[in-house]
């Protein structure tokens, strides 16, 4: 064996953050805290109409009765709300401007993380809109999509062009009411994406969103509507990863998926913030509401790759209200070091013949704490649903933890509901019999936690995957004693 | 006035009428601030969430009855497993009953909490496990304790066996409107000895009655504990049962809880695993029909390394009964080798029913196995017509499955008799005769 079990350890824990960098672009920055001026002063910013202004106030006169959530199983510094900035924008961004008028800055960053919105993602046949900090800057293939009559613009932009969908669908899955984070997105949001997909449309490509948080001290919080209408088809996906900062950031984002009669969204999520240094220091902290819901023969499928953020709070739920609608929920969330998660899915059965399926992965490394916190929930009338949950756990090292809350709750006699959890660690056995075949401990090690994410890595659209696996391995070297 | 303040100002009386010179004084005391600070629990208490309070809280409970009533051991002998010969220790209206009990201190002490509690001989061993293992913080515990004064007391010397089992029979008869019982049990089971415990809870009213009760069991290095509670109340019992267990190395503690009845039920039972090689087993059979309500949550925590813990537990839930299943495991840092297995089964055969589960894994240790499966359902249809086909009528073909559902938990039943009781009184809830003895 080249390395010792020592030596793995060691080099995991000075393993820094490799996208932790931090690009120098000149923001337009607003004071720091929170009050009804600063919401107003966003919204004129975004040069928003009257009703959204006011609904964004309405939002923050709820959150400021709202007290912070206490329930979740992880301990961290509470945010102070009044430190921080609400409003960042990179100065050089318009939305008017093609490629070559982005700032050179912004594109090296992008280049470093292997984002590239040219050519590459072209080939790849993925239209990007990208988010730095809070202004989208470039958008990419609108014009085969506008061509299909898809709309995929920053959600600001189309507040400005179609008010109508925005004001119809914005804040009807996940009200403004609904949680601390969730009425603190509503009342700050700056941007994020909007999609909708006419009738019977199946989106020809992957669409994807890669945010960022850059500026030291701006919390991002983005908001993002996605809208299938009736027979129509979309795979959407969001994939994270943030430069290395010390105090930690906050980020309380909002996702409303709405699929009409007929239709399915596909909404995949690859998440690698910086999760802290190896003492636990900095990190992101990633507060988000995600929640979709199903009309009639509708499917809301999520998969989520969970690598980074120190404290990571994510439920993404389907409300199954039509009949025959189906949800699905794929998840592997890895935690190392000191980060905490807290994360699983809640599927609300009300229509009859409804489906849902459950798979999720934790991995817990380091000293870090895995909780699965999870809710089925099968209405009086919900005829005949039928639910499937798999919850594993995959412990290394003897320092972390793996937790699970598995809420079910039936109130119809034609249910059924299969739950099981399991929580294990890596054989040495299965180690050995790898290094037997000249396999060293540290790949043994990814192959075997390949092996044990595979179903929900299955999940995620071609490109993701690999991006995904490399995610696991980066994140999980060497962890294992 | 609402319950709680009631039981606060009837702490002062409950002093007039017991020895507040006892250091177990003291504990009740701070048992009393405890519960004055906390009261009873809500809804908004996660453990709490699914089984309120509220109703039971509205009725005007006397909590010391007044008059005694004596029962005759023949209108009561259904009661009993009365096939057997057994140690009883029956209560009526909270009062020991000597006549209708059977207590022992031949080699072994079966005999009742409220001497142990005042006699100076037994004062050792009260100061050494009393209140020892029951949680200090929770109010319902606390509120038992305050008000600790009778129950049984077992205490089985290294080594001893009782050359039977022990009957607990609490009797209510309905002398007062409504009634709230706090028997306290203290079971201590040395090295190497062995003890079964049959413990029952009767009604034999229409009226109210609200049982909490707190029962501690110690179970020394390699002892064996086998515990039987049979829960076939009436519609106006409710009961809240608070089981702490501690466990030394290599015992073997069981708990059966069969809930066939009763109008609120509340299974707490706990289990510490203070020692290595040891195994703990909580198995449950519920059965609910009307507005029932059953809601069993145990705990068991692994401390130590290379113990096992096993939970089954089946339910079937008719009518508008309502069901709740918390289970938690909890696996320490050090509590290597732990293999923890939960199991909850449930069958809903009405619309109206409801079944809340939650079964729960906290894991701080890595080289372990825990698994937990959770299910709901309902009765197979391919069987049931391979029964029907054999001319089977299908009110016993169910039946016959229901039965076959809950049979696993009562195979481990380890007393004969009491596991024909139980499976009688399984049949008659099932509402057959399969004309021939389950």
Known sequence: MAYTEEELKKELETKEYEYGFYTDIESDTFPKGLNEGIVRAISKKKNEPEWMTEWRLEAFRVWEKMEEPEWANVRYEKPDFQAISYYSAPKAADPNKTLEDVDPDLLEMYRKLGISVDEQKKLQNVAVDIVVDSVSVATTFKKTLAEKGIIFMPISEAIQKHPELVKKYMGTVVPTTDNFYAALNSAVFTDGSFCYIPKGVSCPMELSTYFRINEGGTGQFERTLVIADKGSYVSYLEGCTAPSRDENQLHAAVVELIAMDDAEIKYSTVQNWYPGNSEGKGGVYNFVTKRGICERNAKISWTQVETGSAVTWKYPSCILKGANSVGEFYSIAVTNNYQQADTGTKMIHLGKNTKSTIISKGISAGKSQNSYRGLVQIGSRAENARNFSQCDSLLMGNECGAHTFPYIEAKNKSAQIEHEATTSKIGEDQIFYCNQRGIDTEKAIALIVNGFSKEVLNKLPMEFAVEAQKLLEISLEGSVG | ?438
């Not at chain 2, 017509?385 to 016959?400: C, D, N, T, V, W």
């Open chain 2, 1 to 438: 006035m609402d319950l709680k303040d009631k039981l606060v100002s009837s702490f002062m009386a409950f002093e007039n009428n017991i020895d507040v010179e006892h250091p177990v004084h003291d504990v009740r005391i701070e048992a009393m601030k405890n519960f004055e600070i906390k009261g009873f629990p809500s809804k908004k208490e996660e453990a709490w969430k699914y089984t309120s309070l509220k109703g039971l809280q509205k009725i005007d409970f006397s909590i010391f009855p007044k008059q005694e009533k004596t029962l005759e051991y023949k209108d009561v002998k259904k009661y009993f497993i009365h096939d057997i010969d057994t140690y009883k220790i029956v209560f009526v209206d909270g009062v020991f009953s000597s006549h209708l009990s059977e207590t022992t201190h031949d080699g072994v002490d079966i005999c009742l909490m409220s001497s142990a509690l005042t006699k100076p001989m037994y004062k050792q061993i009260i100061d050494v496990y009393f209140n020892k293992v029951a949680s200090k913080d929770e109010s319902l515990t606390s509120l038992n304790t305050a008000f600790s004064k009778e129950g049984a007391y077992i205490y089985i010397p290294k080594g001893k066996m009782p050359k039977k089992p022990v009957e607990i029979i609490h009797f209510a008869t309905g002398n007062e409107a409504s009634l709230l019982l706090q028997p306290r049990n203290l079971i201590i089971v040395e090295e190497n000895a062995e003890l079964q415990i049959i413990e029952r809870h009767q009604s034999l009213t229409s009226n109210e009655v609200l049982t909490n009760s707190v029962t501690e069991i110690f179970a020394a290095k390699s002892a064996n504990i086998d515990y039987y509670k049979v829960q076939n109340d009436s519609a106006k019992a409710s009961l809240i049962d608070n089981t702490y267990v501690d466990q030394k190395d290599r015992s073997f503690v069981n708990v059966h809880t069969f809930s066939l009845g009763g109008k609120l039920t509340r299974n707490n039972l706990n289990f510490y695993q203070n020692g290595e090689y040891m195994d703990s087993t909580m198995k449950g059979v519920t059965i609910l029909a009307e507005k029932q309500h059953v809601d069993h949550h145990t705990l068991v925590h692994h401390i130590q390394p290379n113990c096992e813990s096993h939970q089954d537990y089946k339910g079937i839930y008719g009518e508008n009964s309502t069901g709740v299943f918390n289970g938690k495991i909890i696996v320490d840092k050090v509590a290597q080798k732990t293999n923890a297995f939960q199991k909850n089964n449930n069958i809903l055969i009405s619309d109206k029913a409801t079944i809340n589960t939650k079964p729960q894994l906290e894991i701080f240790a890595d080289d372990v196995k825990c698994s937990h499966g959770c299910t709901i359902g309902q009765l197979d249809e391919d069987a049931l017509f391979y029964l029907q086909s054999r001319g089977i009528p299908k009110k016993e073909a169910r039946a016959l499955l229901m039965y076959a559902f809950a049979n696993n938990v009562l195979e481990s039943v380890r007393i004969p008799e009491l596991k024909t009781r139980i499976n009688k009184l399984i049949a008659k809830k099932i509402g057959v005769n399969l004309g021939f003895d389950l």
